[in-house]
């Protein structure tokens, strides 16, 4: 079955400092997603992306964070000021249809520890 | 806003025995209601959903999920469970008004014991 990939797997940074994390998608799929799970916490939305522009986002995703499709086969989030409330585990995720009963396919995750 | 609540931290269960995965949710319209598993090191994988008709949800490794709608439960279930799904396991609710997010569960560790 074709995958999600995410890089990188582990990611340790400085409060304060900007991270980018990149997702490759599957290939043919139009529609991707970001969500995140704070140790412990439910798995949380944070936006959709279709056509090169935000399709909706969560009350999380303010201004510190942003997403990009550069050059048609990476997805990626960056977060400008890193917190140390960002520290979580970030999944990328994609779909071939944006219809509420179709299945995402998700990476294996970015484990962001903010010190 | 959807949501969903999976009341347990942890589930053990004895190789061989059945396996039941809990999961409530909370939705405006109808549910479109899903269950994921992660392994170590691995993206979420999709289990099975239900979107309508039969109650009863059959999906990969023979798991199966029973949609109640009276008690607004999606519990997912296994007849005689193996070592080899000891994972997490995700409950997720998208709903047909309002927006288009997927809500999830915290998710379940699920430890088959040899």
């Known amino acids: 079955e074709p995958e999600v990939t995410q890089t990188p797997s582990h990611q340790v940074t400085q409060m304060g400092q900007e991270v980018i994390l990149r997702c490759v998608p599957i290939?043919?799929?139009?529609?991707f997603y970001w969500y995140r799970q704070i140790l412990g916490q439910k798995v949380e939305f944070l936006v959709s992306?279709?056509?090169?522009?935000?399709?909706?986002k969560s009350e999380i995703f303010d201004d510190q964070f942003s997403v990009e499709r550069p050059d048609g086969s990476n997805f990626t989030l960056k977060i400008r000021s890193t917190k140390l409330e960002d520290s979580a585990m970030y999944f990328c995720a994609s779909s071939s249809d944006r219809r509420t009963n179709e299945k995402l396919f998700f990476g294996s995750g970015t484990q962001l520890s903010v010190l | 806003a959807q949501s969903v609540a999976q009341p347990e931290d942890q589930v053990n269960v004895a190789e061989g025995n059945p396996l039941t995965v809990k999961c409530t949710y909370s939705?405006?319209?109808?549910?479109?209601l899903f269950w994921y598993v992660q392994y170590p090191n691995r993206g979420l994988q999709f289990l099975l959903k239900y979107i309508t008709g039969d109650n009863l949800v059959k999906g990969s490794y023979g798991f199966e999920a029973e949609f109640n709608k009276s008690q607004t439960s999606f519990h997912l279930k296994k007849p005689s469970a193996l070592v080899s799904d000891s994972a997490l396991y995700f409950c997720?609710?998208?709903?047909?008004?309002?927006?288009?997010?997927?809500?999830f569960g915290k998710g379940n560790q699920v430890v088959v014991i040899p």
């Open positions: 939705v405006s319209g109808n549910p479109y």
């Open positions: 992306f279709y056509n090169n522009e935000i399709s909706e």
């Open positions: 290939s043919n799929h139009l529609y």
């Open positions: 997720a609710v998208r709903g047909t008004w309002g927006n288009n997010r997927l809500a």
